[in-house]
């Protein structure tokens, strides 16, 4: 990996400030307000180019990482990815190479063949390459630390119309109710494998219809899938 270039600057870059560190990679750039943080994420932004690679996109921007105290736009979130950054809350640095593996996947599904899945579905794949890069064998401590609770305890119903839900109203549901939703994203793209998701995601109505017409169970009995959009 090409060494990195830290610099603390007076300039802005998105929410910097005079003290911020930039650490600059090949693999994008970190704004921390620390040089041990900026290093941290730095080191596991390398994760950048697998997630690229396993997604096929063509995308070039480079992402910009940003470690912030916390995250307004979505409720208990760790990490978010916008259009033109990715955030980071400090006190979730321990999960790092986790959530930027997961936020690199929204990231990095711009221009690539998964564009147009529902965002239900983006979730899950997200998850699941983040998963398949840190290895299978982590998933159960991941779930511990990101879930919380069994699915069991929670029960297996909803009344969210999970492939039609937007990511406007994604970003307005309560923290337990978007861990349900992307356990269950994960499990549907977990049994159908990346590939065939990528074969379905033509059009948002391929990737719906299969699973809705699957003679395997894709969902818990009780989740509705929609036949139309609200």
């Known amino acids: 990996m090409k060494r990195a270039l830290i610099l603390l600057i007076p300039v802005c870059l998105g929410a910097c400030t005079a003290d911020s560190v930039v650490l600059r990679t090949e693999h994008g750039v970190v704004v921390a307000g620390d040089a041990r943080s900026a290093s941290q994420l730095s080191e596991s932004l390398a994760v950048a180019s697998k997630v690229k690679a ?8 480079l992402p910009l990482v940003r470690c912030v105290t916390s995250i307004d736009a979505v409720s208990g979130a ?25 936020e690199l996947a929204h990231w990095y599904m711009v221009e ?3 564009e147009a899945v529902p965002y239900f579905i983006e979730e899950g794949i997200a998850e699941y390459v983040a998963l398949e890069l840190l290895g299978w064998q982590r998933i159960r401590d991941l779930e511990q630390a990101l879930y919380r ?6 029960g297996t119903g909803s009344s969210i ?13 309560g923290l337990e109710e978007r861990y349900e939703l ?16 990528r074969e379905l995601s033509e059009s948002e109505a391929g990737v719906v219809e299969y ?10 009995a009780g989740f509705d899938v929609g036949s139309e959009k609200p």
């Open 182 to 197: 992307m356990e269950l994203a994960l499990d549907v793209v977990r049994k159908l494998g990346l590939e065939r998701v």
């Open 161 to 173: 119309v999970v492939f039609y839900i937007g990511l406007d109203q994604w970003v307005s549901l």
């Open 54 to 61: 396993a997604l096929a996109s063509s995308r070039e921007d």
């Open 211 to 220: 699973i809705e017409e699957s003679k395997v169970p894709l969902l818990p």
């Open 78 to 102: 760790n990490a978010v990815c916008a259009p033109d950054h990715i955030e980071i809350r400090e006190d979730a640095l321990a999960l790092r190479e986790y959530l930027l593996a997961h």
């Open 112 to 114: 690539s063949p998964y």
């Open 149 to 154: 609770q069994s699915r069991e305890a929670r």
